[in-house]
Structures are given as structure tokens and as C-alpha cells.
């Protein structure tokens, strides 16, 4: 199952995506986002793993232009909670090493702290942490 979010000019700016085989919600995040498309797509991918009964998201935020630090605090204390509460334990936040999106993610890690979270710059490596979930607990 893919889902696609489009912004106003009718582009897309997430893509949500069911893996079964790994048992993760992969979302893709182009272009520049409003605090708007942040808000909708992260409830929309939030609503995505909990129908899955997933627990990891892969968040791949490489082909994002800018940062999206203006929904940082909506993101920590709003959805980060109940992000948790639809069952996310461990997100793997894929970024392009000194680039704006590297660094608000950067920020979301040391600031949310409802579930486990960690930054990548490498697919497999992000893929292989979000794995461990299901082979630690």
C-alpha cells in the first residue's frame, strides 16, 4: 500500500508506505514542507502504523529542502506522544549528512523522548536498527 500527500500546487510531498516485510512504515518526505505538511503527513503515517499494528518508521527526509524546525515544537510535544501511543517505539530519521533537514533532526532526537530515535545517513544501517526492535524486545 503507498499513499501519497500532495501539497496545494498538486505536488507530492510524502510518501507513505507499508513494509510488511520488515514490519515498518517508510515514509519519504520532497521538497519544502510547511508546518502544515509536516502535521498532516506525520498524522497520516502515524495513522498508517497503528492500522499496521507496525512499531518502527523509517523517515526519510533527504530530498526535503530547508528544515522543518518551525514544527518542532508541535512535533515533541504534540505529536511525539501520541505518535507513541499508536504504538511507535523506534524511528529511524534518514537525513543527507550538514543539511538543514540533518539538523532538525538532530534536534527531534535530543528533544522528544517518548520513543527511541535515531539519525542515519545510510539506508541499510537505518533498516538493520529498526530490525533490532524485533529482535530485542
Not at 69 to 92: Q, T
Not at 96 to 117: L, N, R, V, Y
Request: aromatic residues 12%; charged residues 25%.
Amino acid at each position: 500500500m503507498i499513499q501519497e500527500l500532495v501539497n496545494p500546487f498538486g505536488k507530492v510531498y510524502l510518501t507513505i508506505k507499508k513494509d510488511a516485510e520488515n514490519k515498518l512504515i517508510y515514509v519519504n518526505w520532497v521538497g519544502y514542507l510547511t508546518e502544515e505538511n509536516v502535521k498532516t503527513g506525520a498524522l497520516a503515517y502515524t495513522k498508517t502504523l497503528a492500522e499496521a499494528g507496525f512499531h518502527c518508521v523509517l523517515n526519510d527526509t533527504r530530498s526535503i529542502v530547508g528544515s522543518w524546525n518551525h514544527s518542532m515544537d508541535w512535533v515533541v510535544k504534540e505529536w511525539a506522544p501520541s505518535a507513541a501511543k499508536a504504538g511507535l517505539k523506534r524511528i529511524a530519521m534518514l537525513s543527507s549528512p550538514q543539511s538543514f533537514g540533518e539538523t532538525s533532526a538532530d534536534t527531534f532526537i535530543k528533544e522528544q523522548m517518548a520513543f527511541e530515535a535515531k539519525c542515519f545517513d545510510d539506508m541499510e544501517a537505518a533498516k538493520r536498527w529498526l530490525q533490532e526492535q524485533y529482535t530485542t524486545n
